[in-house]
């Protein structure tokens, strides 16, 4: 069974940083592409960054882009998420997401997520 | 970017009832590289289908998708209580990987 378990989401004051970590089991890791989602309070969902498997390629939303980097460690099956410079619009839950495969796919496991909080 | 406009924003129904959710994109979706979820409060959203009309591992045949270009559905046949959600869409064929704003089905 897939599981996908985020961490180190907390408040943080404007301007501030935080690495956000998403613990994978359950299927190859290194196989498969990973992303994060995110949800602003009564807003939808947006798409924040992914990385692919085997290419280690990284794509980046345009809000976040020279903010946030993502990266993966498949020794210890961890998806991270390297933010700096954070907004109070940064302010959501995070989602750690699987790809149905190694490249640019849909989501279809994804954790329960992680709320970050930007404010002073 | 490839800009995701869902329609209607609510949809009010009763359970037993057919939902036609609508995904129009700027641009074509190459591919048709476009999925559609499931999210209710408090979960982790669920994928339903993908490819604009492969459904998801263990999602029930009362939900179908269509279309291909810039024009895309979402048919839940008979809604069922544990339908009432709201969906999202989602292109996948370029980056930015851009959702739509969702459509809540609701009880009516």
């Known amino acids: 069974e897939v599981q996908l378990l985020e961490s180190g989401g907390v408040l943080v004051q404007p301007g501030g940083s935080l690495r956000l970590s998403c613990a994978a089991s359950?299927?190859?890791?290194?196989?498969?592409?990973m992303s994060w989602v995110r949800q602003a309070p009564g807003k939808g969902l947006e798409w924040v960054s992914s990385?692919?498997?085997?290419?280690?390629?990284?794509y980046y939303g345009d809000s976040v882009k020279g903010r946030f980097t993502i990266s993966r460690d498949s020794a210890v099956k961890t998806l991270y998420l390297n933010m700096n410079s954070l907004r109070a619009e940064d302010t959501a839950i995070y989602y750690c997401?699987?790809?149905?495969?190694?490249?640019?796919?849909?989501?279809?496991?994804w954790g329960q997520g992680t709320l970050v909080t930007v404010s002073s | 970017e490839i800009v995701l406009t869902q329609s209607p924003g609510t949809l009010s129904l009763s359970t037993g009832e057919r939902a036609t959710l609508s995904c129009r994109a700027s641009?074509?979706?190459?591919?048709?590289?476009l999925a559609w979820y499931q999210h209710k409060p408090g979960q982790a959203p669920r994928l339903l289908i993908y490819?604009?009309?492969s459904r998801a591992t263990g999602i029930p045949d009362t939900f179908s998708g269509s279309g291909s270009g810039t024009d895309f559905t979402l048919t839940i046949s008979r809604l069922e209580p544990e339908d009432f959600a709201v969906y999202y869409c989602?292109?996948?064929?370029?980056?930015?990987?851009?959702f739509g704003q969702g459509t809540k089905v609701e009880i009516k």
């Open positions: 359950g299927f190859t890791f290194s196989s498969y592409a």
């Open positions: 641009q074509s979706v190459s591919s048709n590289f």
């Open positions: 989602q292109q996948y064929s370029s980056s930015p990987r851009t």
């Open positions: 997401a699987k790809g149905i495969s190694d490249y640019s796919s849909p989501f279809d496991s």
């Open positions: 990385i692919f498997g085997r290419s280690a390629s990284t």
């Open positions: 490819g604009a009309s």
